[in-house]
């Protein structure tokens, strides 16, 4: 069986975009409708019960474009919504969580000194709390609020170099880096940031993110439903916000294109 029904993918705004190119090129025929909230950005400073009001208006518009599936391209979102989207809607949704596990793992059993950076509502949200907790005993885990990355993406300004290093500064330079295994990219918008970071960071720390295992966990699901798009399908993206400037549009291709 196959199905040639869109795959949903939200975000608080344009970081998800982020999630669509890795899902792209991993599943390129899937068709791939993609919602970013930018009128409503950013998520990370809402209170919980805001950001789940508006991840339901969200999840009902895709349920009435009937898409097969959900990624919640936003650890924000994730942390204050999937759960009761999962209750209350009957198909495939998928969240993301800060990739600690991942990075935890790469010390191959040694204990790991890991900064998780994070908008400060995924970092304060409980679904945070266990899952740092599943890791305290054995590892230092830093949780680091970078709401400053959030913004530089939104409002276009990822190309400007001393804007994105002088954040960096502000929310990196109290730590000994030297003594960091990883840091998670525990939001979609930071994976835009990686060639900085790695730039930034001195090379013995490893970058981590979750959206490699984001789009596995997706494939693996729709493989075991059924609800592939068939090889010969052919795949695309559609790009939508609920701000329908035209700078956010061009903003939006831009990023898809990087």
């Given at each position: ?79 204050a ?84 290093m ?69 795949g ?23």
């Open positions: 069986m196959t199905s040639c029904a869109p795959i949903g993918v939200f975000d608080s705004g344009l970081g998800g975009i982020s999630v669509v190119r890795q899902l792209h090129a991993a599943m390129p025929n899937e068709r791939i409708i993609y919602f970013g909230d930018s009128a409503n950005a950013p998520y990370g400073v809402k209170t919980p019960q805001e950001v789940r009001n508006l991840s339901f208006k969200i999840v009902e518009h895709f349920a009435k474009l009937s898409v097969k599936a959900i990624v919640i391209a936003c650890n924000t979102a994730t942390s919504a999937v759960d009761d989207l999962r209750n209350h809607y009957n198909m495939p949704i998928i969240g993301m969580e800060p990739a600690l596990k991942l990075a935890c793992d790469l010390g191959g059993g040694k204990p790991q000194r890991v900064i998780v950076a994070a908008t400060s509502l995924t970092l304060k949200e409980r679904k945070f709390a266990d899952l740092m907790n599943r890791f305290t005993q054995n590892h230092k885990i830093f949780p680091q609020p970078c709401p400053d990355l959030v913004e530089i993406v939104e409002n276009g300004d990822l190309g400007n170099k001393n804007i994105v002088s954040a960096l500064h502000k929310y990196f330079d109290s730590y000994d880096l030297n003594s960091i295994d990883s840091v998670v990219l525990g939001c979609t918008h930071f994976v835009f940031y990686r060639d900085y970071f790695r730039e930034f960071l001195p090379d013995c720390v490893k970058i981590v993110d979750g959206n490699a295992g984001t789009v596995h966990h997706l494939k693996s699901v729709l493989e075991s439903s059924g609800e592939l798009a068939d090889a010969n399908n052919n695309s993206v559609l790009l939508t916000n609920s701000d329908s400037s035209n700078r956010i549009s061009e903003l939006s291709k831009s990023l898809l294109n990087l």
